[in-house]
């Protein structure tokens, strides 16, 4: 339905005549019968009134489908840092309402988990800010750390909260429940290593074998991370030389070499394979892991100039493969970049 029949259905329904309405919006009665009648359109200020007094909301005024509403929710979540409380509700009732309806049921899920990560996130940079200047006014006291900690993901020293047993109970029930799927699978055998638990990483990882479309070189590179799990860190080494030599041109053997030698502190390493990695990558548009691997190792030697010039690239790659303009992720990297600008001076 074209906005001016939906604003005159929503008058009727309201009991407003022309008049009444444009003197609640401050305008002309003139103005409202132009709308109805398609001959202009309210500005974009006005939206907000109008949808408060009908009570509805901004979208309702447009009458957009359910597929439609849905895509605004993802693609204002893309853009923007901070949703004000009555749209964040907004969206929260909506999606609520979406999971009834089968053909829905999967994508509002997801948009809810984002939504609420999206909150999540936008108040962990609150916790980093001001848990920081608490820090910072009295360094010895723990209570702001923890709090940074949680906002960051910083170590946890305390075993019983560092585990990532609670993960692993989550994924092998699902993997369970899901025999022959590689997801599953994949964050079980990463929780597995990450705890060193690498017999029980080894037997997930013959049943990941079983899978036709599990990553090959992620099958591969499991074995040199199970027994760096061991503390076997020669035979870890010598599995991912083997690797590296056997898929010189391969995107994804050179990205988890890099990531391997990057965990391991190697980092001339680790930075030639994200270099090869990034270079031989044949699909458009490409990721931007592996230059932010080589930005996080410039920072970490010091060198913020060389660090960056790869957020310079990562930019450069999200406005031009990409094609974003005004999308969180960019802004994100932009902010970053001038941060290391600032610090390479």
């Known amino acids: 339905m074209e906005l001016g029949k939906k604003i005159k259905q929503l008058r009727f329904k309201a009991s407003l005549t022309q008049e ?9 009665p003139q ?13 974009i200020s006005t939206l907000p009134l109008l949808a408060e007094i009908f009570g509805v909301t901004i979208d309702d005024l447009f009458d957009l489908s359910s ?54 996130y936008s108040y962990a940079q609150k916790v980093r800010r001001w848990a920081k200047e608490s820090i910072r006014l009295s360094p010895n006291v723990k209570g ?16 019983n909260m560092a585990n990532h047993n609670a993960a692993i109970e989550f994924y092998r029930e699902l993997a369970e429940e899901n025999p022959g799927m590689k997801c599953p699978l994949y964050y079980l055998i990463d929780n597995l290593i990450a705890d060193h638990r690498a017999d029980e990483a080894e037997h997930y990882l013959n049943l990941l074998n079983r899978v036709e479309d599990a990553n090959p070189a992620l099958r591969d590179v499991y074995r040199a991370h199970i027994a760096l799990a061991r503390f076997d860190e020669p035979a870890a080494d010598r599995i991912m030389e083997e690797l590296v030599a056997a898929h010189p041109q391969e995107v994804d053997y050179l990205f988890e070499a890099a990531q391997y030698y990057a965990r391991k502190c190697d980092y001339d390493k680790a930075l030639d394979c994200y270099e090869r990695s990034f270079a031989c990558d044949p699909k ?10 080589i930005s996080q190792i410039c920072q970490i030697r010091g060198d913020y100039k060389k660090a960056a010039q ?15 303009t005004e999308e969180l992720e960019l802004k994100t990297a932009q902010e970053i970049l001038a941060r290391l600008r600032e610090k390479a001076k």
Not at 31 to 43: F, G, I
Not at 284 to 290: E, I, N, S, V
Request: aromatic content about 12%; cysteine-free; overall charge negative.
């Open 20 to 28: 009444q309405l444009a003197e609640r919006l401050g305008i002309s």
């Open 31 to 43: 103005s409202v019968s132009k709308w109805e009648n398609a001959v202009a359109m309210p500005d």
């Open 67 to 120: 597929e439609q509403r849905l895509n605004r929710i993802e693609n204002r979540l893309d853009v923007e840092e901070n949703l004000p409380q009555d749209v964040f509700l907004e969206y929260e009732a909506f999606l609520q309402g979406q999971i009834a309806e089968a053909q829905n049921k999967q994508r509002a899920v997801d948009l809810l988990a984002y939504l609420y990560w999206h909150r999540m």
């Open 144 to 159: 702001s750390q923890w709090l940074l900690s949680m906002a960051e993901g910083h170590v946890v020293w305390d075993w």
């Open 284 to 293: 458009r548009p490409r990721f931007q892991d592996a230059l932010m691997g």
């Open 310 to 324: 790869a957020y310079e690239r990562i930019v450069n790659l999200l406005e031009n493969e990409w094609g974003l």
